[in-house]
Structures are given as structure tokens and as C-alpha cells.
């Protein structure tokens, strides 16, 4: 499969991307700001996904996520996408979220004893993206202009918002672009899952989100935070997929299926599995002789003193696999 991801300094009118989170690009501060933001990123970072996300803890209780294959296979899906700049979202006195990235920041430079805090941080990440020889040569003339600068996004349609991606992808037929949440990683913003027929689309992608829920006056998303997650993704007719009954079994060899319940039994034995302990409601057990005689009273939180439950999980899978990459 044939594919790559192409990102892009300017938008399709010759726009840097990044200058859309201005409130001050008009006129001749556009010119200066045109010329000041670095021509070699997008608006956005893309980076390979990484298919652990965590540093995992020796000592850790429960059983790891990032040691399951499949876990960690969705997890390094394809990309991240985080934003350049931070992503400020403001409210007005009567809690009404503000319609575009510009608009929220002109309106957070007139309130700027309400909304210092959040003002100097924009002002710090800005740098970042612009040039500093072009920045000392001009900043005298409109200082405000290469301070007040945010990730851009606009309101899309009722309770959504999109912020341009800057980037083109380009596929096989039948091979389409996902934008998404982040797979198992926390963030900020809810984005809505699109795939986009890429084969024949001819427009810069963009992340749709849905309108942020937050009780303060700001809400600030940084560029360390994961935005979206974006891989490729086939589609097509589905015309003669179905779902239909077996009586049999249509999984992998017996042996392997009778290897994996020998190997939990050795490796459980061996005291090689990961210890889980439960307690409060999380204990509720039928096989309890408290919880099995009233699950009613159990759930309504009458649990005996020190009430708990055990298992063990145990990695068969992955020591199965270690076999196997060995004979291999």
C-alpha cells in the first residue's frame, strides 16, 4: 500500500496556517506576521505513534495494558497529532464559548487582568514557531503581534469546532485517512472519528472536536497534550460481508489453544503472573458466599470489614509469542 502524509506551511490562499490564530493580522502587522512565522512546520506536530505511551512501574498492582500485543499494536496506529501552540478557549461573562481562536484571544488581551495567567503562556510557546531574527528586526513596531499568538480553530457547526490539520495525505484507492481520539491516551478535547477518502481528496485535512466542557473562564490545551491520532484505513462496498451462525470453532489450531491453557497453568504455578486485588464494590463476587447469598445487599454497599477479591493475570499470550519468535 501506497501512502504518505504531507504537511504544509501555508493554506490553499497562501496563508500561513498558523497566522489564523491572530487577532492582530491585518494590514501591515499581517505583512510582518507572514514574514515571521517559520516556513518549515504545519500548524500542527505529526509524530509516529509509539505503541507504549507510559513508563510502566515494576511494583505496578494491576495488570499492565501496555503488555498486551493488541493494546499496544492500536496504539501505535499510524500518528499523533499535537497542536504548535496552545489552544485557548474563553467564555464571555455570560459563559458563552467564543466562536474562533482570534476572537477568543482579542478578547482575552482586553481583559488581560482577568486573563494574565493564560496571556503569558501564549506569549512563551509563540516563539517557538517564529523567526527570532525577524521577530528583533520588528517587534518594536507592533510587540502585541509576536505575543498574541494561538493554535487556530473555528466553530464548524453547532457545538463543534474544527482546527486545520495542514495536511494532505495521499493513498491507494480504497485506502482512506482516520482522524481520531487519541487511542488509550488521555485528552483534553473530544474529537470526532472521520475517515476521509483520500484517494480523491483534494482538501488539507482538519480534527473536529466537540465543544470543550469546562467551568472556568479559559481552557488551555498545550502542545504537549495529544490532539488526535491519524492512520490509514481501508474501505469500500460492504455489500458482501454478513454475520452468520457456526457450530464450530473458528479459531486457532487445538494444539495451540491447549498450549496456551498448559503454559497460564506453568507460568501461574511459577508465581509469574500479575497479582490483582479488589475491593469495596469492585469485590462483588457470586462466587463470594456474602455476595452470592444477596447481590442486591452486596451492591448497596453492606460489604463485611476488609472485604476483597484475588486473581491472576497471567501473560500466556506473550510468553506464546516469545516461543515462537524463537523457533522462528
Known amino acids: 500500500m501506497a501512502s504518505r502524509l504531507v504537511f504544509l506551511h501555508l493554506d490553499a490562499h497562501g496563508s500561513p496556517w498558523l497566522a489564523h490564530g491572530s487577532p492582530h493580522a491585518s494590514g501591515e502587522q499581517q505583512i510582518l506576521l507572514y514574514a515571521a512565522i517559520r516556513p ?64 477568543a484571544l482579542a478578547y482575552a488581551r482586553e481583559n488581560a487582568t482577568e486573563f494574565g495567567a493564560e496571556l503569558d503562556i501564549l506569549s512563551r510557546f509563540a516563539s517557538d514557531v517564529l523567526n527570532p531574527a525577524v521577530v528583533r528586526r520588528y517587534e518594536g513596531r507592533a510587540p502585541l503581534l509576536f505575543r498574541d499568538l494561538a493554535q487556530p480553530y473555528s466553530l464548524f457547526g453547532p457545538s463543534y469546532y474544527s482546527i486545520p490539520a ?3 495525505a495521499q493513498t491507494d484507492p480504497g485506502v482512506g485517512t482516520l482522524i481520531g481520539p487519541p487511542l488509550n491516551r488521555p485528552a483534553k478535547l473530544a474529537v470526532v472519528s472521520g475517515l476521509v477518502r483520500t484517494d480523491w481528496h483534494h482538501h488539507a485535512l482538519f480534527v473536529v472536536i466537540e465543544e470543550p466542557r469546562f467551568e472556568a473562564r479559559s481552557l488551555l490545551v498545550l502542545p504537549q497534550d495529544a490532539l488526535a491520532q491519524v492512520y490509514l484505513a481501508a474501505y469500500g462496498s460492504t455489500a458482501d460481508a454478513g454475520i452468520e451462525h457456526s457450530r464450530t470453532d473458528h479459531g486457532g489450531e487445538r494444539g495451540y489453544e491447549a498450549r496456551w491453557w498448559q503454559l497460564v497453568g506453568e507460568l501461574g504455578d511459577k508465581a509469574r503472573g500479575v497479582e490483582v486485588t479488589r475491593s469495596g464494590l469492585a469485590s462483588v463476587n457470586l462466587a463470594c458466599a456474602h455476595c452470592g447469598a444477596s447481590v442486591t445487599e452486596a451492591v448497596d454497599g453492606n460489604l463485611p470489614l476488609h472485604h476483597e477479591s484475588k486473581s491472576l493475570f497471567v501473560p500466556a499470550y506473550k510468553e506464546m509469542r516469545r516461543e515462537q519468535d524463537r523457533r522462528g
Not at 505529526?46 to 500485543?69: F, G, L, N, Q
Not at 500518528?79 to 464559548?97: A, Q, T, W, Y
Request: overall charge neutral; glycine content about 8%.
Open 40 to 103: 518549515d512546520i504545519g500548524p500542527l506536530w505529526v509524530e509516529r505513534a509509539a505503541p507504549v505511551v507510559r513508563a510502566i512501574p515494576p511494583d505496578e498492582p494491576t495488570p499492565h495494558p501496555e503488555t498486551c500485543v493488541p493494546y499496544r499494536e492500536a496504539n501505535g496506529l499510524g500518528f499523533i497529532l499535537r497542536p504548535r501552540l496552545p489552544l485557548l478557549f474563553v467564555r464571555n461573562r455570560r459563559g458563552e464559548l467564543l466562536p474562533d481562536a482570534a476572537t
Open 166 to 168: 495542514g495536511l494532505y
